[in-house]
């Protein structure tokens, strides 16, 4: 039966469905790791792949900030001049 | 220079995890095994998540890659569930993805049901819900 409180079935049938699972493993196949491992090799250079391109466009974008800016600064008004009246 | 350090890395790093993999492997295959019901299909999986554990291996920070590599087999599976809708043989084909992937990680791989709730994304209710129907399935078969 059940427990309904906890939910819990007793150990008595989790251990006979455990029993079952316990089949014998499928064997390992000899390249299994070598398979991963080259998968893996694969996931790492993209990562490394994307990380250089988003600093470069990160750069690029600061570069062209910066050129934006130096040329297009606007000169500061002279301050020995007496800047004209305007209407009050 | 940093080509040489960062192979030196890489050789570390493919030596720690084929250590890992010949320990592990055969308990995971097995799980996902039980999860798709096919050998072949469940080598796929394995084979997918071990990737993961591998480009991560550095940034596990203590954390153990077989655990690393059973959330990512389950996740997976999760993700991929209708693709394994259809029963495929094994001992669990009785079972809908979300049983089957319930009672592996309870039963078999012995995953708190907190843990496994959080894991997937589901209530504890509803967690608990799913795996006793699996293991009523499981018992009622002749």
């Not at chain 1, 991963?36 to 990562?47: F, N, P």
């Not at chain 1, 470069?56 to 974008?61: E, F, G, K, Y």
């Amino acid at each position: 039966m059940t427990d309904a409180v906890s939910g819990r079935l007793p150990d008595r049938k989790e251990a006979e469905v455990r029993r079952m699972l316990e089949i014998p493993h499928p064997p390992v196949p000899a390249d299994l790791a070598e398979r991963a491992i080259a998968h893996g090799r694969r996931l790492v250079r993209r990562r490394l792949l994307l990380r250089r391109t988003l600093w470069a466009l990160l750069l690029a974008a600061v570069v062209a900030v910066a050129i934006w800016a130096a040329m297009d600064w606007p000169t500061p008004a002279p301050l020995n001049v007496t800047p004209p009246l305007e209407s009050w | 220079m940093v080509g040489a350090r960062r192979e030196a890395q890489e050789h570390r790093r493919a030596r720690e995890f084929e250590a890992f993999t010949a320990g592990a492997a055969g308990r995971l295959l097995h799980a996902a095994t039980l999860l798709t019901g096919d050998p072949a299909e469940g080598e796929r999986l394995l084979v997918a998540a071990l990737a993961r554990t591998y480009a991560d291996w550095f940034r596990m920070r203590g954390e153990d890659p077989y655990v690393h590599t059973r959330e990512e087999l389950a996740t997976r599976f999760a993700h991929h569930a209708w693709h394994y809708r259809r029963p495929r043989g094994g001992l669990l084909d009785r079972l809908a993805p979300q049983e089957r992937l319930v009672l592996v990680l309870r039963l078999y791989e012995g995953v708190a049901e907190e843990q496994a709730a959080a894991q997937l994304g589901l209530p504890a209710e509803r967690l608990r819900t799913v795996y006793l129907r699996a293991m009523a399935t499981m018992r009622s078969r002749a």
